[in-house]
């Protein structure tokens, strides 16, 4: 019995031993296994994914006009109402004192430093002459509260103390709504809202009663509360600690928006009136408006000094002197082309100056038509002695011929016989003549042209003979 005992107890701890460690492990495998629930899984995974904002530097050319404006330190203040004040008429006139800080707006970039005024948590007004009486109108009866401060030609609001003024007032009675507790911080959304053509995109907002971080985080037990900003853009939220302006990237064309809460130090809601607010906005990159076009880098920092410098001329900031010395030689060119323009006269004095017409009527005449006559005698062969007396004849046959074509004779008969006796004188080679019946007008010679060679060999031997006896 005792070799038995002394085996089973060292056994009986081994086994013990064992048990323990495998009971040890199944207790810490089931508590890793516990958070890692797969709804929670997916959700961060997609968070992952779906973010497309990005936080980014601010433009450069924003960057070279702030120092312009930062030796400023705007005081603010709200002369009416007043605080607390009852009023009897929802029309209320706001008067404002503005101090340390040249309100303007450039004629040319249509901006400038000015005061954001909002009445309740509606859309701003931008007020460029705070010394001119602003209207608010058709107020509902109850509480309102008007929020101003002073912000930058591009928006971004001024963060010294002073450079903001609120008023709470009543129209005929006092109601819960707008009214804020002065005790609390308070939240105002200031930027973006609108329409934005080029990004990056201001992100801005204005605290009060808020303390600085260092403040708050010196001793944890004090009653000072730390506070966060949770920033909500399409969906995707994140947090930021700091109060200062951001620029954003990532919208997507057409509405977006925006939300911002303010937190406490426990990442809980600090309820206060306007501490959760959201505002919509547009991306349209087609737009052509003066913050768009410094955003995209379209302004020079000479022609963007107009914004931050009251009376300032830039010489690059009128463009009308370029385009004119591009657009007048157009004018100028065409005007030249239209003038010069010669080959019209040209044709003009070519139409008419022509001397062809008269040259050709005077070249054709009628004695051209008798002309070819001439040539007749040298088709028949004939010696060399009767060449003579045949143009001779044919001289005196052409003169007998035209006189009775310039006589003043009525009748034809006189003309016929001298004709005929003419021809009946003497015989030419080549003609024959024709015997006609009394009564019936004389016929013209007869020029025989077809004859045999034999024919027209003898023939002028014969003619010859006949010609030679009779001039003898």
């Known amino acids: ?245 951001i620029y954003l990237k990532g919208f997507q064309p057409g509405k977006n928006w925006v939300q911002l809460e303010f937190l406490d130090e426990l990442g809980e809601p600090l309820n206060n009136v306007y501490n959760n607010t959201a505002r919509v906005l547009t991306y349209d990159p087609k737009s052509q408006d003066t913050l768009s076009k410094l955003i995209r880098g379209q302004l020079s920092l000479s022609q963007a000094r107009g914004l931050v410098e009251a009376n300032y001329t830039s010489p690059t900031l009128a463009p009308s002197p370029e385009i ?10 065409v005007e030249e082309q239209e003038v010069s323009e010669p080959e019209p006269i040209v044709v003009e004095e070519q139409e008419v100056s022509e001397p062809e017409p008269i040259v050709e009527e005077q070249e054709v005449s009628e004695p051209e038509l008798v002309a070819p006559r001439e040539p007749l005698p040298p088709e028949n062969p004939t010696s060399e002695s009767s060449e003579p007396v045949a143009g001779n004849q044919l001289q005196k046959l052409w003169q007998n011929l035209q006189l009775p074509k310039f006589s003043n004779n009525d009748s034809e008969t006189p003309i016929l016989e001298q004709i005929k006796n003419f021809f009946s004188s003497f015989e030419i080679p080549g003609l024959t003549q024709i015997e006609t019946e009394p009564g019936t007008p004389a016929a013209l010679p007869k020029i025989v042209r077809d004859q045999p060679e034999t024919e027209a060999k003898e023939a002028p031997v014969t003619e010859t003979s006949e010609s030679s006896d009779r001039l003898k």
């Open 1 to 245: 019995m005792s070799v038995n005992k002394f085996w089973w107890t060292p056994i009986k701890k081994l086994l013990t031993i064992l048990l323990v460690a495998v009971i040890t492990f199944q207790m810490t495998g089931c508590g890793d296994s516990e958070p890692t629930d797969p709804s929670i899984t997916q959700t961060s995974s997609a968070k992952t994914v779906k973010q497309s904002i990005s936080e980014v530097s601010p433009p450069d050319i924003i960057q070279k006009l702030h120092p312009a404006l930062d030796r400023y330190q705007p005081q603010v203040q709200i002369i009416s109402p007043q605080p607390d004040e009852l009023l009897q008429d929802n029309n209320v006139t706001v008067q404002l004192q503005v101090l340390d800080f040249p309100t303007f707006r450039d004629e040319t970039l249509g901006d400038g430093p000015h005061l954001h005024l909002i009445i309740d948590n509606d859309s701003d007004r931008h007020i460029y002459n705070p010394t001119e009486p602003i209207i608010l109108s058709d107020l509902k009866p109850g509480t309102h509260t008007l929020r101003v401060f002073a912000v930058y030609p591009w928006g971004e609001s001024f963060k010294n103390d002073g450079s903001s003024a609120i008023a709470t007032f009543h129209i005929y009675t006092k109601t819960p709504n707008n009214n804020p507790d002065p005790k609390l911080p308070l939240l105002t959304y200031n930027r973006p809202q609108g329409t934005y053509g080029a990004e990056p995109i201001l992100l801005d907002f204005y605290l009060d009663n808020a303390p600085l971080h260092l403040i708050a985080q010196e001793d944890p037990e004090d009653e000072i509360i730390d506070w966060r900003i949770r920033v909500t853009v399409n969906g995707e939220s994140f947090i930021i600690d700091r109060w200062e302006p």
């Open 324 to 333: 004119e010395e591009v657009s007048e030689p157009e004018p100028i060119v």
